[in-house]
């Protein structure tokens, strides 16, 4: 995997310096999927943004008045900064084959994948002109499976622009190559990749998948969805959520099993999914205590 291009765009953001702030509290507002569609949390009420049913994995914009999401495989910006009764929506692709975007640290791109994710290309969007820019082919066309038991967050297609604008994680990369199933970190000034996690290949016969990425606010770990074999059982592993330090390479398991989809808000603390009361929930995690705070999955947050 090569990139075809880097924009100036995307060089500019690497001098960000992201604030640090530690969320006490469950954050405001929180944007999530419930029944297909958008919906959001605010300390006021909650209310629903989509509603045609189709609507995945929502990332609200760095200023938090917009949210883009896939909406049946095209990329979609809501405006919410007028208020629950003044949201206006934006179709800004129409290939349909759009995964999960995610915003620069400014606001002014965003990064999805097109296509599936055990293939596709990692595109960035310009929003002020809706220019594309594709930057690498994120996998080959064909991937066998994983076996039966493991869960559909195998095929979640979503990345994570890391919040000083240097990096880009995604499923997949130049490590399928060598692995059936890998996690990467994009370095976009050098130009290079790192393996964070993998399975099979190289002699390996364990599987394993590692989804929806997301840095800490640092820039300094990366957490992410996780389910692999165990050896000498007939079923793999509980959904766990992992962190990752980028520096000394020291792997933690975060939360419960059955936690997934995170989001780092600083200090311990965390956005997961997880099964509460049958059903799907939104969980502000601190420590290993969950707060239950609305049903749905997919959740996205700003510190």
Not at 65 to 70: L, R, S
Not at 95 to 107: F, I, M, Q, R
Not at 153 to 170: E, Q, V
Request: proline share 6%; charged share 20%; with cysteine.
């Amino acid at each position: 995997m090569r990139i075809r291009a880097v924009t100036l765009a995307v060089a500019s953001l690497i001098a960000i310096t992201p604030a640090q702030a530690y969320a006490a509290s469950p954050p405001d507002p929180i944007a999530f999927i419930r029944g297909g569609d958008v919906w959001v949390r605010t300390a006021a009420k909650t209310f629903q943004v989509s509603s045609q049913g189709h609507a995945a994995w929502p990332r609200l914009s760095p200023d938090k008045t917009e949210i883009a999401y896939a909406e049946s495989g095209n990329v979609t910006v809501a405006y919410i900064g007028a208020g629950p009764e003044n949201v206006y929506r934006t179709e800004l692709t129409h290939g349909k084959d759009a995964g999960g975007p995610a915003w620069s640290p400014d606001g002014r791109l965003l990064a999805y994948r097109a296509g599936g994710v055990y293939s596709g290309m990692l595109t960035i969007l310009r929003l002020a002109s809706a220019e594309s820019v594709h930057l690498t082919v994120a996998g080959r066309e064909t991937k066998a499976a994983p076996r039966a038991g493991f869960d559909q967050l195998r095929l979640a297609n979503t990345l994570d622009w890391s919040p000083d604008g240097k990096s880009i994680a995604f499923p997949g990369g130049d490590c399928w190559g060598i692995y059936d199933d890998c996690l990467t970190v994009l370095d976009l000034a050098a130009n290079s990749e790192t393996t964070i996690v993998a399975w099979g290949g190289g002699g390996a016969e364990l599987s394993g998948f590692a989804t929806t990425p997301r840095f800490s606010g640092d820039s300094r770990k990366l957490f992410w969805t996780q389910q692999e074999d165990v050896i000498d059982q007939p079923d793999p592993s509980p959904l766990r959520v992992y962190g990752y330090d980028l520096a000394t390479e020291q792997r933690r398991q975060v939360g419960a099993d059955g936690d997934t989809t995170p989001v780092h808000l600083g200090g311990g603390r965390f956005l997961v999914t997880a099964r509460h009361a049958g059903a799907n929930w939104v969980a502000f995690l601190s420590g290993t205590t969950h707060t239950w705070l609305v049903p749905g999955e997919q959740a996205d947050a700003r510190r």
